[in-house]
């Protein structure tokens, strides 16, 4: 049964970049699934951010697109999100995430359990 | 953007009571609907796909049912563990989530 676990730091400075990690556990990375990133700031509903196949092709919410980076590393069996030029607006739950598709059919299961990134000076 | 409206944001329920909430798309979205449960600490959980699909493991007393813009998710015996929110997603156009109905107990 696959698992999520995200990582990174919990505190980032306005202007700077956030980087957070998802190690995936119980399965491999390069299986035919998305691997996505999602957030919810504080009090408030889910955003999607971005996906990443094991492929390295990727798509992005295009509210984020200009400052989202998603990376895979399959030797790590792990993927990475890089937000940069972050503001005050970006503090979040930030979620990976598996997402599967059956023709334009798509959910996202299972999740990670999340990690709290704030940003303050 | 398809934007994805839940209803009501919150509800206060008894055990034992049915519950109903409604998602609204901006537009018509097919059956491309999902629905997920989240408890606090802990990330969502996928409970119903297409719509309908009740995911494996997932209690008969979850329903779904619904197309083109208006959904529902039926709790129809409401259960200590079902107090969590509840979110609706949908997948016909990128992919967007609705504001989350908490269910509360009465």
């Known amino acids: 049964q696959v698992q999520l676990q995200e990582s990174g730091p919990g505190l980032v400075k306005p202007s700077g970049t956030l980087s957070l990690t998802c190690a995936v556990s119980?399965?491999?990375?390069?299986?035919?699934?998305?691997w996505s990133w999602v957030r919810q700031p504080p009090g408030k509903g889910l955003e999607w951010i971005g996906e990443?196949?094991?492929?390295?092709?990727?798509n992005y919410n295009p509210s984020l697109k200009s400052r989202v980076t998603i990376s895979v590393d399959k030797s790590k069996n792990q993927f990475s999100l890089k937000l940069s030029s972050v503001t005050a607006a970006d503090t979040a739950l930030y979620y990976c995430?598996?997402?599967?598709?059956?023709?334009?059919?798509?959910?996202?299961?299972?999740w990670g359990q999340g990690t709290l990134v704030t940003v303050s000076s | 953007d398809i934007q994805m409206t839940q209803s009501p944001s919150s509800l206060s329920a008894s055990v034992g009571d049915r519950v109903t909430i409604t998602c609204r798309a901006s537009?018509?979205?097919?059956?491309?609907l999902n629905w997920y449960q989240q408890k606090p600490g802990k990330g969502p959980k996928l409970l119903i796909s297409?719509?309908?699909s009740l995911q494996s493991g997932v209690p008969s007393r979850f329903s779904g049912s619904g197309s083109g813009t208006d959904f529902t998710l039926t709790i129809s015996s409401l259960q200590p563990e079902d107090f969590a929110t509840y979110y609706c997603?949908?997948?016909?156009?990128?992919?967007?989530f609705g504001g989350g109905t908490k269910v509360e107990i009465k």
């Open positions: 995430a598996s997402k599967h598709t059956s023709g334009w059919y798509s959910w996202f299961d299972p």
């Open positions: 119980g399965g491999s990375i390069s299986s035919f699934n998305w």
């Open positions: 990443i196949f094991y492929t390295g092709s990727t």
């Open positions: 537009q018509s979205i097919s059956n491309y």
């Open positions: 297409a719509a309908s």
């Open positions: 997603q949908q997948s016909y156009t990128s992919l967007t």
